[in-house]
């Protein structure tokens, strides 16, 4: 079993925002709380909450919107105070980093002495912390999280894991059905036969048990090269613009894939290089739990770009002294476990289809091409949003709760530029909403766009809105009603403002 030590940095989507442990404050993402700072927690804040609920726990709540490549950028600093005593340091993720810790110990005089140290470095550096060894990586993290750090004794992960309850393994539709069974800690779930939970959970279950156990993900025997995967990049003249390199990193990126998939190979773990034109060679490991997709080891490129120096320019300004080269190589290999075809035909049109996508992306940018994406909202123009080809889309409870949320049947067409539109009583005066959503009067007539005025037959509403009420510059009110005219067309309008727009078109 390898020894792992892992470097845990709390909270770090906060402290990538500049929000300090003692400052209650919280990292949002669509409305939820994705992170919150030791002092939010102490009030009772918690992921997953919404922000209004973590409010009124926590009236002075500091709310930050979550900035992924400032959590990458930031964390390279970490990651260089770690390199700075042993090289071989893989970031699982930003804020998570590990490294091999058998050869490093008998450096430094033992494996506490080792996790003090890298700990320390850390600290001065300027990050809380907190540093753990173990066999495997999921218990090393466990130790790093819990009061600080700790040495799990060589062999003992099983008995240092169990008291843990089952939500630790970052599954809780699993976690949810074991509970239901029985079975609460992951000491429990450790005992169960692994053929019996394979057959009733599938792999997922299988890969839990054995993270439960104390073992590691997949047996510890990657698949070594028959030939040298790794790819290069030239530039001539180097390259002065960091944008350069990182499109260079997509292009590169999909070559890896093609030569990994004639091997029937797959890579947990990747190293970046990057050469510059003084010289200097900066290197980066990546681990991912399956392959990293040409977005994903882009992204990972600006980041090393963005933090080579302090004073670095940004990811789109110049680089500092040019880059000559970049290489990407393999680092560990396991067997491509496959994955699902898609629903128009051989997985490979799925792959010519995203190199083409990235061609285009490469010519137009990285927002060149789009895919909609269903989302949480109230208004039916706030339910989908565009995201680029290639990235997550964005997180968050699509389904709600949605107070305010106008009710099914969806509008069929939302216009781009809301018309605007006047809505009157019967007398001809304007139809005005109170800030307690009275109506002054029924609405009686319409006129979209200056057009004429076409009487109401039926209307229904308001659906009140008071969005963002805690941030003065992004706050909304607004209500929306459903009207149906004599001539038998069907609007949803919104009313925020005093001013009446056409949000959707039921044709």
Do not use: N
């Amino acid at each position: 079993m390898t020894r792992v030590l892992v470097v845990w940095c709390p909270d770090w989507p906060a402290t990538a925002v500049g929000v300090e442990a003692a400052t209650p404050g919280v990292v949002v993402v669509q409305g939820q709380v994705a992170a919150c700072t030791a002092a939010a927690r102490a009030e009772g804040v918690r992921r997953g909450q919404r922000i209004r609920d973590a409010q009124r726990r926590c009236p002075e709540l500091v709310v930050r919107e979550r900035d992924v490549d400032a959590e990458g950028r930031l964390f390279e600093t970490v990651v260089d105070a770690v390199a700075e005593l042993t090289p071989k340091v893989e970031v699982v993720r930003p804020g998570l980093c590990a490294i091999p810790a058998r050869g490093p110990a008998r450096f430094y005089g033992g494996e506490e002495a080792l996790r003090v140290l890298v700990q320390d470095a850390v600290v001065e550096a300027g990050f809380d912390c907190g540093s753990g060894i173990a066999d495997g990586l999921f218990a090393a993290e466990l130790a790093a999280r819990g009061g600080g750090g700790a040495v799990v004794p060589s062999g003992g992960s099983a008995a240092f894991l169990a008291p843990y309850p089952l939500s630790v393994l970052g599954r809780p539709e699993l976690a949810d059905l074991l509970a239901r069974l029985g079975v609460r800690t992951l000491g429990g779930f450790a005992a169960l036969p692994s053929g019996h939970v394979a057959g009733r959970f599938g792999a997922d279950g299988a890969l839990a048990h054995r993270l439960a156990r104390g073992e590691e993900p997949r047996p510890l025997a990657p698949a070594q090269a028959a030939a040298d995967l790794s790819v290069r990049g030239d530039f001539d003249p180097p390259a002065a613009q960091a944008e350069q390199v990182v499109f260079a990193a997509k292009r590169l990126a999909g070559e890896l894939h093609e030569g990994l998939a004639e091997g029937g190979l797959t890579c947990v773990r990747l190293e970046v290089e990057v050469g510059f034109a003084d010289g200097r060679v900066l290197h980066r490991l990546w681990r991912h739990d399956g392959a990293l997709s040409t977005l994903a080891v882009a992204e990972r490129v600006r980041w090393q770009l963005s933090a080579w120096r302090d004073d670095a320019p940004g990811p789109d300004e110049a680089v500092w002294g040019g880059v000559c080269w970049l290489e990407l190589v393999p680092d560990q290999l396991v067997p491509d476990e496959g994955r699902q075809q898609a629903l128009w035909g051989q997985a490979a049109v799925t792959d010519r289809i995203a190199r083409a996508a990235d061609r285009i992306q490469t010519l137009l940018g990285h927002r060149g091409i789009t895919r909609p994406v269903l989302v949480g909202g109230r208004g039916p123009g706030e339910q989908v949003v565009r995201v680029p080809v290639g990235d997550l889309p964005p997180g968050g409870a699509p389904g709600g709760p949605w107070p305010g949320r106008v009710p099914a049947p969806a509008p069929a067409a939302v216009p781009v530029a809301p018309p605007s539109v006047d809505v009157t009583d019967a007398s001809g005066a304007p139809v005005v909403v109170s800030a307690r959503c009275t109506l002054s009067a029924p609405p009686a007539r319409i006129a979209i766009g200056g057009g004429r005025a076409v009487p109401v037959s039926a209307w229904t509403g308001p659906w009140p809105a008071d969005e963002r009420w805690w941030d003065p510059d992004r706050s909304r009110r607004r209500a929306r009603f459903q009207v149906v005219t004599a001539e038998g067309a069907a609007f949803l309008l919104a009313v925020e403002g005093g001013r009446w727009h056409v949000e959707g078109d039921y044709d």
